[in-house]
């Protein structure tokens, strides 16, 4: 037989390459894990465990931003009366505050029944004024509630 011959009675080769796929994968893979925390979004949060005792106070008593079960918010630097304050005002007062202490430690003292989405924007404020400790203020768990949920 010829060589002619021979290419002719060869049928369509019914295999795939798949050498070239696996490449892609890999380098699609290190694309994602170089850019994967790079989009997470979020707002860095100190949350004190579940049955956490009081912290005891270091240096100037924190700033309170009080959210009440309506969802107004109030800022409390702990020597005025408290009044309403929409984000922008937030944001300025938060700023002032912390120039004058670079320390200033702000907490959030929400109701339960406030929307999650009220809180977060409250904590982003503090964050976007340079503040960098941002936390939560909650209440230690009833003896007796405790035991009911086991």
Excluded: C, W
Aim: charged residues 20%; hydrophobic residues 50%; without cysteine.
């Amino acid at each position: 037989m010829t060589r002619k011959a021979r290419r002719q009675r060869r049928g369509p080769m019914a295999e795939i390459n798949v050498v070239p796929y696996i490449d892609v994968m890999l380098v699609l893979l290190v694309i994602f894990l170089v850019t994967a925390p790079l989009i997470t979004q979020g707002v860095k949060v100190d949350l004190p465990e579940a049955n956490a005792q009081p912290q005891a106070g270091e240096g100037a008593p924190p700033v309170i931003i009080h959210i009440d079960r309506f969802g107004d918010t109030y800022l409390d630097f702990g020597d005025a009366d408290l009044a309403p304050v929409d984000q922008q005002l937030l944001y300025e007062r938060l700023r002032a505050a912390r120039a004058a202490d670079a320390t200033l430690a702000v907490v959030v003292r929400a109701d339960a029944s406030v929307d999650y989405g009220v809180v977060i924007e409250a904590m982003v404020a503090a964050q976007a004024a340079g503040i960098a400790s941002v936390g939560l203020v909650t209440q230690p768990p009833v003896a007796g509630m405790d035991e009911e949920r086991r």
